[in-house]
């Protein structure tokens, strides 16, 4: 039985077998973990379909083939199939060129009948070690799958929006109050605030198609989460604004831990309408964040810091950070985006937080 | 360019020589007045008169015989010997006589003669009139072999033939006599020893002959389609000189040589071919060289029956996509 | 008795005359030197010898013209040597040397000399004769009057190809003469008891519409009178003719072959005709001096002996003619 990369969600239309879990010539029992393929940063694992033994492996860990493509065969139980492929004899033409490029067999996927090595595959296995040399005393890292993709993203994004940082400074005090008895980050009351402000701001919850501007009813807010030097991917919590605070808390909380542990479905990082980057934990005063198309703006919230803050005449310490928003100067203008980061810190300062969350956490 | 049937070719491309060269002659069975039971050499005898263009007894060893002695005493005659089962009856004057005149005396004796004759199944004429036996012929030192697959390749190879000063045992295949194909304007003659490369693929190497030929770019169609198994057709054309450079270089280029014969199993013309590969290939084949050929039996009379016997598009098909993984 | 045709023209001139006996003569010690040097192994292989029979091809031979062509079987030497082959090329053949005719590549049954006319000698019995009618043919188109004399044993006259070529020249009405040495052998059967005719050739041209000719092998000028008749006929277009030469060979069938199946007594009687003794004898009476017959018996001897060493001097042939002439550019490739 045929292997074939699976259609992990309906957009995606690729993806890349990051780990075989089984070895050719081992048996597997179907539904028994088979592999892993990566789909635009999100990893899944597949089961194998059948019980046999794994008879070819046709897509070698790191390539990457359109959905519906063989990947592997499995030589089901009660079907048998010829001699594995793995001990195939090895034509004239790949022994030769394993010779002349001092290479094992056991160093080169086939891709042939049966998995049999061909001559195309020796050859492709030369020119891939090629390209991979090091050159002298530097060392190179090849990006990972999601670094890349960052990279072609926060590209893109740089080259056509035209983006204005604003900033506010914000007073936590009265979030703090609420926050602290619960353990909560201040991250949720952020997000919660923007579900309030955004439908008074909607050109800021909107897509820009071409020469329109889409503006989205639901409220999808996209969380970016740091993943600890491989790159950065942004879970979305979807229909943000109809949660309440300590739902809005837990939906956060649940994609960052999906997100860090690598179990997000691919479903889980599409249709954000508005980004929120949280930078809080690095101590930094303030970011310009990177709008991701086709979403017109996105939330910056870095360290809150105590500080000495003006309260009527005295001087009081209260815990401050600053709000910086990126928006693309061509969907909107600085007085509405600035309108919005008022409303923001009117919200955070003012709202009656203990209500929100309710009694309980 | 003109289009012309393979039969019209093969009159056009003896008139081209005959209207050359008086030295040129015709003779065999029912070819002068009737035009060849195939009707292959119509209009020779009108146009060239009975003095140059001849009808003959049966009689094979008479026939050949004569060509031979008309060959070395300065004519070129073309001699047709009616259906290619009948060079056994006369295979003394061909393997024992003509192609070993020059060699025994030296080179005291030229001759520049061709026979042609009526090749291949297809015709439902049964065992001893639809048989392939070209390789008989390659299989004789001092016999040069052709075998077209197009009228322009009748023609021209024809033509090449009789200007030739070895003997030529040219093989028209009797299936083909009613194809069509474009055939250039004024002089046409071709080279011997030539292959030629009809569709360049990257994944196998096909060999086909005669009848065989268009069958295989059929199959190569399918393969690219159905399986995206992209073929590299050679029509070999010339057996005897061989192109061998262009036949090894394609092969080198796939790494997977398929042949595709109508003679029965045993020494068919691709093994040669074969053999020659596997020895000069060996460290650039990727796969086992597959021979498609007839089985090893007589051919059978009733169509679906010799349909089944010789090599089909179908068959074709289904052993290089089998085999070529 | 055997018949002349009609038109049988003997010789009528001394020079012709001698010039028959000089050829029977050069054939004769030829083929001798020829046995001779098989004995000593440097003639390998086999040889057929024509001696006793020398009176067919001399007769014929001194009948053509030069440009004529000679077509015989395997039985050649003499015919070769008659059209003005050189003795010490026939020997080198023999001999596998580098003067020989062919340089050593056919060998004794294919002594071939183009330049005099000597076109092929066959080895398969019979092949010859469609061949012979081909150049006759070749003639007929070109009109250059020249004929093809073919030359064949009686065991021919049972073979496809005979049957072939006779229909065929008569036909196509071409200037070639069928001359069956009829020896009364095949290899080692008597050629009546395999025959269902009892002349093999002269009882089978009426099934061709030819004349029945039989003639005295062993008599040069009746040969020679028929030879001018059929060559003079298929010359003026009068097409084809089939001759029937009763002769005897008195070695063996080749040298192989010591001729013990013979009946007792037969060789002896035969011999008592021998055709040169015969052909002396006659000269003699008719006032040729015997001192002129001498002499060209000396010289022929002297002729062959100088042959003799000529050939045995020059080089056995090279390895590297091996690969040559099998095509017109010299070469042999099949392939590029």
């Known amino acids: 039985m045929d292997v074939v990369m699976p259609q992990l969600g309906e957009t995606v239309k690729e993806g890349t077998v990051t780990v075989w879990h089984k070895k050719v010539g081992e048996r597997v029992e179907a539904n028994e973990l088979l592999f892993e393929v990566n789909t635009d940063k999100v990893e899944t694992e597949v089961p194998a379909p059948v019980s046999g033994v794994l008879a070819a492996i046709l897509v070698a860990e790191g390539g990457t083939v359109q959905v519906g493509t063989t990947l592997a065969v499995i030589e089901e139980d009660g079907k048998p199939r010829a001699a594995p492929a793995r001990d195939a004899p090895l034509s004239p033409v790949v022994r030769r060129l394993l010779a002349e490029n001092g290479l094992d067999a056991s160093a080169v996927t086939g891709t042939g009948a049966g998995g049999r090595i061909t001559r195309d595959d020796v050859l492709a296995h030369v020119e891939r070690s090629k390209t991979g040399g090091k050159p002298q005393g530097d060392e190179r890292l090849p990006l990972s799958k999601v670094r890349k993709r960052t990279a072609e993203q926060m590209a893109l994004s740089w080259r056509t929006i035209p983006h204005v940082l604003q900033a506010v400074e914000v007073d936590f005090h009265a979030v703090d109050a609420a926050r602290l008895p619960r353990a909560l980050t201040y991250l949720p009351f952020v997000a919660f605030a923007v579900c309030r402000a955004l439908p008074e701001f909607p050109a800021l919850n909107a897509s820009l198609d071409g020469d329109a501007l889409v503006l989205h009813r639901r409220i999808n807010l996209g969380i970016a989460v740091d993943l600890g030097g491989e790159g950065l991917i942004v879970p979305v919590v979807k229909d943000a604004g109809e949660k309440s605070l300590p739902e809005l808390a837990r939906a956060i909380h649940s994609v960052s831990e999906k997100a860090r542990s690598g179990r997000l479905a691919p479903d889980d990082v599409t249709e954000a309408t508005y980004t929120l980057s949280n930078s809080g934990r690095f101590g930094t005063l303030l970011t310009a964040p990177i709008i991701n198309p086709p979403q017109v703006a996105i939330l910056s919230t870095d360290a809150v810091t105590r500080k000495p803050v003006a309260q009527g005449e005295t001087v009081a310490i209260h815990p401050v950070g600053v709000l910086a928003q990126s928006f693309d100067h061509r969907a909107l203008d600085g007085a509405y985006s600035a309108a919005y980061l008022r409303k923001l810190k009117q919200i955070l300062e003012e709202r009656d937080w203990a209500a929100d969350l309710g009694r309980g956490p | 360019m003109a289009e012309l049937t393979y039969r019209e070719a093969v009159a056009a491309g003896i008139a081209q020589e005959m209207e050359r060269d008086e030295r040129v002659v015709f003779l065999g069975e029912d070819v002068a007045a009737a035009g060849g039971v195939f009707k292959a050499t119509v209009g020779l005898l009108e146009r060239f008169g009975p003095k140059r263009v001849r009808d003959t007894p049966i009689s094979e060893l008479a026939i050949i015989g004569a060509a031979m002695g008309a060959a070395m005493t300065g004519l070129r005659p073309i001699a047709e010997i009616m259906f290619s089962d009948f060079l056994a009856v006369c295979w003394d004057m061909i393997a024992n006589e003509v192609a070993k005149a020059r060699y025994m005396s030296a080179g005291q004796m030229t001759l520049p003669l061709v026979i042609r004759t009526a090749n291949g199944s297809g015709a439902r004429f049964g065992a001893q009139h639809s048989q392939s036996v070209e390789n008989w012929a390659m299989s004789v030192p001092g016999l040069k072999v052709v075998a077209p697959s197009t009228p322009a390749d009748v023609k021209g190879l024809l033509a090449a033939a009789v200007r030739d000063p070895d003997p030529v045992v040219f093989f028209e295949h009797k299936g083909l006599y009613a194809t069509k194909g474009q055939v250039p304007d004024g002089e046409h003659v071709d080279r011997l020893g030539t292959a030629k490369v009809l569709r360049e693929g990257g994944d196998v190497t096909v060999v086909a002959l005669a009848a065989m030929v268009p069958r295989a770019l059929e199959a190569a169609e399918r393969l690219q389609r159905e399986d995206g198994i992209s073929a590299t057709v050679i029509d070999v054309r010339s057996l005897v000189p061989l192109d061998t450079k262009t036949i090894l270089a394609e092969t080198v280029k796939t790494g997977r040589l398929y042949t595709v014969e109508e003679n029965p199993r045993l020494c068919g013309w691709g093994a040669e071919i074969a053999s020659i590969a596997a020895e000069e290939c060996f460290y650039d084949l990727d796969g086992p060289i597959v021979r498609i050929t007839t089985p090893h039996v007589p051919l059978p009379a009733a169509d679906a029956l010799e349909d089944g016997t010789v090599p089909s598009v179908a068959r074709i098909v289904e052993t290089i996509r089998r085999t070529a993984g | ?336």
Not at chain 3, 183 to 203: F, L
Not at chain 3, 270 to 287: F, Q, S, T, V
């Open chain 3, 1 to 336: 008795m055997p018949t002349l045709t009609k038109d049988a023209a003997p010789p009528n001139t001394a020079a012709t005359r001698l010039a028959l006996f000089r050829s029977q003569t050069e054939i004769r010690l030829l083929e001798k030197r020829a046995y001779d040097l098989f004995l000593q192994n440097l003639v390998k292989g086999t040889s057929h010898l024509s001696l006793g029979q020398e009176a067919v091809a001399a007769g014929f031979a001194v009948a053509m013209r030069r440009d004529d062509y000679t077509f015989c079987t395997y039985r050649g030497h003499a015919h070769t040597l008659a059209r003005g082959a050189p003795m010490v090329g026939i020997l080198g053949e023999l001999m596998g040397r580098t003067c020989g005719l062919m340089g050593g590549k056919g060998g004794s049954m294919h002594l071939t000399s183009v330049p005099h006319g000597a076109m092929g000698s066959y080895a398969i019995v019979g092949a010859h004769l469609p061949v012979a009618a081909g150049a006759a043919w070749s003639a007929q188109v070109r009109g250059s009057g020249q004929v093809a004399v073919c030359f064949f044993g009686d065991g021919a006259t049972n073979i496809g190809a005979f049957h072939e070529a006779l229909n065929f020249a008569v036909v196509w009405k071409l200037p070639v003469i069928f001359v069956c040495e009829n020896n009364q052998y095949m290899e080692y059967t008597p050629i009546r008891s395999v025959t269902a005719v009892e002349h093999p050739a002269a009882d089978r041209a009426s099934a061709y519409g030819l004349e029945r000719i039989v003639v005295d092998g062993n008599d040069a000028d009746a040969v020679y009178g028929a030879a001018a008749a059929a060559i003079g006929k298929a010359r003026g277009g009068g097409g084809p003719s089939l001759i029937e030469a009763m002769t005897y060979r008195y070695s063996g069938h080749s040298r192989a072959d010591p001729g013990k199946y013979r009946p007792a007594g037969e060789l002896e009687e035969w011999m008592k005709r021998d055709p040169i003794a015969l052909y002396r004898a006659r000269l003699l009476e008719l006032g040729t001096p015997e001192g002129a017959l001498r002499e060209v018996e000396k010289a022929v001897q002297r002729a062959v002996d100088e042959a003799t060493e000529a050939a045995k001097e020059s080089p056995p042939s090279p390895l590297d003619v091996i690969e040559r002439d099998v095509w017109a550019d010299g070469g042999s490739s099949w392939r590029n």
